[in-house]
């Protein structure tokens, strides 16, 4: 799939692999690459990271990453205005431990890697509409635990359950759904008579405000970025843009100063009622990263 292809697609003009980008192929209005597809690299296998570690900046420059952490639960702290879950990001805790922590019924400290792992499953399959059955396969547990577990996690973030519900029923009356940012998906199966249909839309009709707004999110900070690196006379530019990851092919001489500039832009795309939180890191390759 890669090894062979990716270097047949150098372009003889500039020595490097050009991807295109489109605005209008997935459906919640993520940029999705094509000709290769770049955000497709595997990351977690060693082939993967073998690939990766072929992807090299300009001589005498870095590769600079900067991922947004979390964002699309901080979308949804935001959205719903879970007390509890708009509270833990304010107060900057880690929010999988203090989820499993209400899950397990153990203090914070006392989580394990194992329970935090539950936690982060159950935080982020919840807002794609995880069934118990769904949960209880991903974690080779019990269906009837599965289920425990999602009342208790919807017990103590009960608006964030009423949120997800309300989401559905706005599409049903509207037969669309929206981004926090005004963007449309049009949702024409929502009132379907075939259950798996209908049941597919209600999961898109809770997805898509979050996930779309995550993406309308990076494009504003990808915008902004761009402008601000044309204003700063900066050598840095964005290569690659990774779902909630922007890339940047930086001078050694600029890597402190846009590193800096690359969290506050990221950070400051977009003003929520919990703060936004931007990780970097640099290397030598994509895969030191």
Request: with cysteine; net charge positive.
């Amino acid at each position: 799939t890669y090894v062979d292809p990716l270097p047949r697609m150098i372009d003889p003009k500039t020595g490097r692999i050009h991807s295109s980008f489109r605005q209008t192929v997935a459906a919640t209005g993520r940029l999705s690459s094509s000709d290769p597809n770049l955000q497709n690299i595997p990351v977690r296998t060693e082939r993967g990271q073998q690939i990766r570690h072929a992807f090299i900046p300009s001589p005498g420059s870095k590769m600079l990453s900067a991922d947004y952490s979390q964002i699309e639960l901080r979308i949804l702290a935001h959205m719903s205005q879970d007390p509890d879950l708009v509270g833990s990001f304010q107060r900057d805790e880690d929010v999988h431990q203090r989820t499993a922590s209400e899950i397990f019924g153990v203090l914070p400290e006392k989580v394990d890697e194992q329970q935090r792992g539950v936690a982060k499953a159950i935080n982020f399959g919840l807002m794609y509409g995880k069934t118990a059955f769904g949960l209880s396969s991903e974690l080779g547990i019990p269906r009837k635990n599965a289920q425990e577990m999602i009342q208790r996690y919807f017990t103590r973030y009960s608006t964030v359950k009423k949120f997800l519900d309300s989401q559905i029923e706005i599409a049903r009356k509207r037969g669309w759904t929206t981004t926090l940012l005004g963007r449309k998906r049009y949702l024409p199966e929502i009132n379907s008579k075939n259950p798996a249909v209908r049941a597919g839309a209600e999961r898109m009709a809770m997805n898509t405000p979050i996930q779309g707004t995550a993406a309308d999110l990076i494009k504003l900070a990808m915008i902004h970025l761009d402008e601000e690196l044309t204003r700063g006379g900066y050598q840095s530019k964005l290569i690659i843009q990774v779902h909630d990851e922007l890339l940047l092919d930086c001078p050694d001489q600029e890597v402190k100063e846009v590193r800096v500039l690359v969290e506050r832009v990221m950070e400051g795309a977009l003003s929520l009622s919990v703060p936004l939180r931007v990780n970097t890191g640099l290397g030598k390759n994509w895969g030191d990263l």
